[in-house]
């Protein structure tokens, strides 16, 4: 049974840092895609950052625009986990968060729709 559980969510100031992880059970976090996606009230659910770590361990990863320089992605293979440093926190990067993972070599894509394992959410609230 494939699992996703994210832990460190909270609520900070503006300018504060948070560190998300998610830990993944019944799957290799090798060789597949691993995104955070966010999702405010009333909005869609985005992707926020992508990595993808190769059988040779060279890993790829992708920001968006609104995180770049700010949020870090990053996995530990050998834990099975995938973690999120959010730094320079903003009050607009307030939303659930919620990791998920896709299909071993399966190309990494944008939408929500084409990952089929998911956490539950964690709650990331940052207060100007």
């Known amino acids: 049974q494939v699992q996703l559980l994210e832990s460190g969510g909270g609520s900070v100031q503006a300018g504060g840092s948070l560190r998300l992880s998610c830990a993944v059970s019944?799957?290799?976090?090798?060789?597949?895609?691993l995104v955070w996606f966010r999702q405010a009230p009333e909005e869609e659910r985005v992707r926020v950052a992508t990595i993808y770590t190769d059988l040779g361990g060279t890993s790829y990863s992708v920001y968006a625009d609104s995180v770049k320089g700010r949020f870090t992605i990053s996995q530990d293979n050998a834990k099975n986990t995938m973690y999120l440093q959010m730094n320079s926190l903003k009050p607009e990067d307030t939303a659930m968060y919620y990791c998920?993972?896709?299909?071993?070599?399966?190309?990494?894509?944008?939408?929500?729709?084409?990952?089929?394992?998911w956490g539950q959410g964690t709650q990331v609230t940052v207060s100007s």
């Open positions: 998920a993972a896709g299909r071993e070599f399966q190309a990494c894509a944008p939408a929500a729709d084409d990952y089929d394992y």
């Open positions: 019944g799957i290799t976090t090798s060789g597949r895609c």
